[in-house]
């Protein structure tokens, strides 16, 4: 893997988003210890960007800071669990709701090409662009509400929610199917039908029988 410092953008961008994919990939495991030291060898860079990265990621909610001995994964309990996934379910309706309202063409014509792109996805059987399309989904949509605050706020709240099953890795396989339904709806402006589908998406794929988060985010 190439250094995180040979690349061409921010390098403080650049190592706050290597850092949250190794915690959300769950290649740092919940409640490992992260050194700025050790942190900024294995990234190529050096311990300013990671320091102001822990920052970045301790407002996210993905690390915590141990007085005198750096920081560490967030471990979270059975509450929180069920708190983040409450969250989630809540902004992602408000999410889909104030899109509809919104009406944004350039959005609406973002999600027709996320479902042309899904289907034909789907046909030839292709994972990778589908697990791409899935996180794209959600972004968009969050987008689409017009808020900035709301998107950030959502994109926090999901990346809990995936670091919570213990990384995408765990997640299960996206239903396009159900990504699709929902991206109809809204393209068809029936904001009842979209806010019923994205509640029994969430819900019924999100959720197991005990109530912890454990499926694709």
């Known amino acids: ?9 921010s390098l403080r961008d650049e190592t706050v988003d290597e850092l949250r994919r190794l915690i959300l990939d769950g290649e740092l495991a919940p409640g490992e210890r992260l050194s700025e030291l050790s942190m900024s060898e294995r990234l190529g860079v050096s311990r300013l960007p990671v320091r102001e990265a822990f920052r970045r ?12 001995r750096g920081v560490r994964v967030v471990e979270l309990d059975q509450h929180e669990l069920d708190t983040v996934r409450e969250m989630r379910v809540a902004l992602e309706l408000i999410a889909v709701r104030r899109t509809i309202v919104k009406a944004d063409p350039q959005v609406r014509a973002t999600l027709r090409t996320i479902l042309e792109k899904g ?13 791409a399309l899935n996180d794209e989904f959600h972004e968009v949509l969050g987008e689409g509400s017009g808020s900035r605050f709301l998107s950030e706020v959502l994109r926090s709240v999901r990346n809990q929610a995936h670091h919570l099953v213990g990384g995408k890795s765990h997640a299960v396989g996206p239903s396009w ?6 991206i109809s709806a809204t393209l068809d402006n029936d904001e009842e039908l979209a806010m019923m589908l994205m509640r029994r998406h969430l819900t019924q794929r999100h959720v197991n029988q005990g109530g912890a988060e454990r499926a694709e985010v």
């Open 177 to 182: 199917s159900e990504h699709a339904a929902i």
């Open 57 to 68: 990621l301790e407002a996210e909610g993905l690390v915590e800071s141990l007085p005198r």
């Open 1 to 9: 893997m190439s250094s995180v410092g040979s690349r061409h953008r």
């Open 119 to 131: 289907n034909e996805a789907t046909e030839a059987g292709d994972r990778e662009t589908l697990d």
